[in-house]
């Protein structure tokens, strides 16, 4: 208090006891900061002007008394000052509100009560308007406030209180509190709660109930307020209404609820998607397994048609009947080639469809493309011409099967969507590298075009440009969107656009140029170098009809007859539960003059085995009671212990690659897939028995011949009867001769080795001079050299040769054009 100076007026209109306060200050060195006024208007002036912390005022004054200046003295603490007797004013002027009275006397011992009473009055002041703040503050803020005695009578309410509670002041001010409880019965949870409150205070939820009987949801705070001494005198509660709050809570709860709800469910979706992607895998699966079931049970019954239908052609037939044979050979090839769509698309979609890593030539590839497009082109009247840049390497690395189906793909749409103008074919390369070149085909055509909004779209499976084209121009919508994929899986990408075109100074169009590029790897010993491996020809076949016969006759020799001539006549054992196909297929053997025996299970054909020598088995893979993989199986187990190897050629209507190389895996050595031409039979014969001789196509064919029976007869002088005997006496020992020959080649005893080979060649020159004569003498020089590491290799291939000679001398009849 000390360091701030009180503001004090003084209203006195006596000069001397003017004096007499101002010496007081001064001498008592009091913080008073004061001003004197000596009447009511000077004191009104004064008033008016300033703010005073305590006032002191005389009762008479020259110009009135100090009640007339009581109301302008405001919320400031008037210390009134009157003449001994004088104490009835007094008590008026505590009525009118003054904070205290002194009473002057003679001596002006009254000064020094009046430091005391000032500093009274400021304490009081400032108390009250400590207090007038609490009580606005407490009346003013949003939370219910009650106080109660310790009688648990309420004493004191706030606004919000009786908003809340609904309550008036008066209707709860000396009341007992548990009105507000949710049972107004229930004391004993206030009086519990209080009991808590007068010692530790409490704080909780509760209910209330309001006046209207409705009960809420309460945040309730109370606390005891206690004396001096430390006696509890009151509790203070703070009742807060929750009910926002509680139904937030509640809805977080819900929400929370059915974030775990939707949780669960979201995890049961994710294993339930989980589950239908497993069965989807599952479905897909089956479906590709559907699809090759149902194309083998469709190729079955193709099989039978074409076949029949391209052997009746072969027959004498009246011209109508001729038409009606080339009908039913046309629709049957357009229906083969819609499942083999279907099948390539669904086998594609299950991820099956592999792509081959083969050595094949550029050039050869292109001519299988243009060779049975040429003809379609021609009765058209279109021309078609292909153009292989010079710089495009013709020794390649990849699929020429698949290569073949894109580019006959594209061809064909040409051919078929243009009606007059030319079919162009381009090969360029995009970029070469030591290792692999990027080769870019280009298919243009004068044709209808597309328009562009349909150019995306028409790489989506089953997806024409036009629908009124499909009635026209037939089609399955499949074909593009198959050699997309197939592009995509050569490293490539497919586009097409529709520009007008020029061709013989006429303006077509406007026309389709299909654009696809594909990745190939460059064959070795092509790698870059040898002219030989550079392609660059120009074609232009329809325009010289002849020359399209020409070429087209050639190609069928090269096809159909095989390349190799089969030097004797050949004794097949033909598996086929199917008889149709049987017949057909005994027919397709007949017409080369083979002796065919059929069995219709695996069993038979091993029975067969037990009794009779073949050259050649075809097996087809599906048969009843033992099939023809366990066939195989039994067969290639069975000849470990003889050394021999029969040629088996897998007949299936299987389409999947993995049915392939199931085939070749348990044992047969080519497959020839249903429906099948007889051009594909023959030359699978004919690549299988000649397979040797294949590989060393720089032989003379004198050399390759298997047997030479006129020089044997030239050996023997003419005896058949010593041939026969020297033949039987041969069959006998050379299995003999074969395992010493190994054991010495183990042992690496070269000098054996040479001896053995040399007596083996002897024996094997009585019939010839062949390729088992050239094998014995090899190993006979590589003793000599005693170089005996690569023998092994060579003993093998003598085995080979050796067992065809068997098979051959088997054959009965053999010595019959002796
Ligand atoms: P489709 O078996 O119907 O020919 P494709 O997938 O091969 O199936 O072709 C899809 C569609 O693309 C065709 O139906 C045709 O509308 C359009 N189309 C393809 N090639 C050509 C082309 N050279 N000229 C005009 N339209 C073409």
């Not at 190799?564 to 057909?584: G, M, Q, T, V």
């Not at 065919?596 to 075809?618: C, N, P, Q, R, Y």
Request: charged letters at 30%; glycine letters at 6%; proline letters at 3%.
């Amino acid at each position: 208090m000390n360091d701030i100076r009180i503001k004090v007026l003084l209203i006195d209109d006596d000069r001397v006891d003017q004096m007499a306060f101002k010496r007081l200050v001064r001498d008592e060195n009091l913080s008073y900061d004061y001003a004197i006024a000596g009447s009511v208007s000077e004191a009104t002036t004064v008033l008016n002007s300033r703010q005073f912390d305590v006032v002191i005022a005389d009762y008479f004054l020259g110009d009135g008394t100090a009640f007339d200046l009581f109301d302008l003295i405001i919320d400031t603490p008037i210390i009134f000052v009157t003449g001994g007797g004088d104490e009835e004013t007094a008590v008026r002027a505590m009525k009118a509100g003054a904070y205290d009275y002194i009473i002057k006397d003679q001596e002006r011992n009254y000064l020094k009560m009046l430091q005391i009473t000032v500093e009274n009055a400021i304490r009081h002041k400032k108390a009250e308007d400590q207090f007038r703040m609490l009580s606005h503050a407490i009346m003013s803020i949003h939370d219910s406030v009650f106080i109660t005695n310790m009688e648990e009578e309420t004493i004191f309410v706030n606004h919000a209180f009786c908003t809340t509670y609904q309550y008036h002041e008066e209707e709860v001010l000396g009341k007992p509190i548990d009105i507000l409880w949710k049972d107004g019965s229930d004391r004993s949870e206030s009086s519990r709660i209080l009991k808590l409150a007068t010692k530790t205070g409490w704080e909780g939820e509760v209910y209330h109930r309001r006046k209207d009987g409705s009960v809420f949801p309460v945040s309730l705070s109370t606390s005891i307020i206690k004396d001096s001494n430390g006696n509890g005198i009151a509790v203070v509660s703070v009742a807060r209404d929750i009910t926002e709050r509680k139904r937030a809570e509640e809805e977080l709860k819900k929400a929370k609820e059915a974030t775990e709800t939707s949780n669960k469910e979201l995890t049961l979706a994710v294993e339930r998607a989980n589950i239908m992607a497993v069965e989807a895998e599952l479905a897909n699966k089956t479906k590709s397994e559907f699809l090759a079931n149902v194309s083998h049970e469709i190729r079955t019954p193709m099989n039978g048609i074409i076949g029949m239908t391209d052997l009746a052609l072969e027959t004498e037939l009246n011209p109508d009947q001729r038409e009606y044979l080339e009908a039913v050979q046309y629709s049957a090839n357009s229906l083969l080639n819609l499942i083999n769509d279907i099948l390539d698309f669904s086998k594609i979609e299950a991820g099956k469809l592999d792509i081959e890593c083969i050595d094949f030539n550029l050039n050869e590839c292109l001519d299988n493309v243009l060779q049975p497009m040429r003809l379609r082109a021609k009765e058209k009247g279109l021309k078609l011409t292909s153009h292989l840049d010079s710089v495009v390497p013709d020794g390649l690395v990849g699929d020429p099967m698949r290569l073949r189906q894109i580019l006959i793909n594209l061809v064909s749409n040409a051919v078929k969507f243009t009606e007059s103008g030319q079919v162009a074919i381009q090969i360029e390369a995009e970029s070469i590298t030591e290792k692999d070149a990027v080769l870019h085909f280009i298919v243009s055509d004068t044709g209808i075009g597309i328009p562009p909004r349909l150019q995306g779209t028409i790489f989506e499976a089953f997806t024409q440009a036009d629908g009124t084209t499909t009635r026209k121009y037939g089609g399955t919508g499949l074909g593009l969107a198959i050699s997309s994929r197939l592009v995509a899986m050569m490293g490539g990408r497919i586009w097409v656009e529709s520009p007008l075109s020029e061709y013989k100074g006429e303006t077509f169009g406007p026309g389709s140029r299909f654009h696809f590029t594909a990745k190939l790897r460059l064959q070795n010993q092509c790698s870059g170098t040898a002219d030989s491996s550079f392609t660059g020809t120009e074609h232009d076949f329809t325009e010289i009809g002849d020359r399209v016969r020409d070429v087209k006759d050639k190609e069928s020799k090269t096809t159909e007859e095989p390349v190799y001539p089969l030097r004797s006549p050949l004794k097949i054992l033909l598996a086929e539960d199917n008889a149709i196909n049987c017949k057909l297929t005994k027919s397709i053997l007949h017409k080369k003059g083979w002796q065919v025996v059929t069995a219709s299970t695996g069993k038979e054909v091993l029975h067969l085995l037990d009794s009779e020598m073949f050259d050649l088995i075809l097996m087809d893979v599906q048969m009843p009671e033992m099939d023809g993989y366990e066939a195989t199986a039994v067969i290639r187990e069975r000849e470990k212990s003889t050394r021999t190897h029969i040629p088996i050629i897998a007949l299936t209507a299987h389409a999947m690659s993995r049915d392939k190389e199931r085939c070749l895996k348990i044992g047969m050595d080519a497959y020839v897939s249903k429906p099948m031409k007889a051009a594909e039979l023959y030359g699978a014969i004919a690549r299988l028995m000649h397979e040797e001789e294949l590989s060393e196509p720089g032989e003379t064919a004198e050399k390759t011949e298997l047997i030479d029976l006129s020089r044997a007869m030239e050996a023997v002088d003419g005896d058949k009867g010593l041939l026969r005997s020297l033949v039987d006496d041969f069959l006998e020992d050379y299995p003999q001769h074969l395992e010493e020959l190994e054991g010495l080649i183990a042992k690496n005893d070269s000098a054996q080795v040479e001896r053995k080979a040399h007596s083996l060649k002897g024996s094997i020159g009585n019939f010839g001079v062949g390729k088992a004569y050239e094998l014995a003498y090899q190993i006979e020089t590589l003793g000599k050299e005693s170089r005996l590491e690569g023998a092994e290799d060579v003993l093998k291939k003598l085995e080979e040769q050796m067992n065809r000679i068997k098979a051959f001398f088997s054959l009965p009849g053999w010595d019959k054009n002796l």
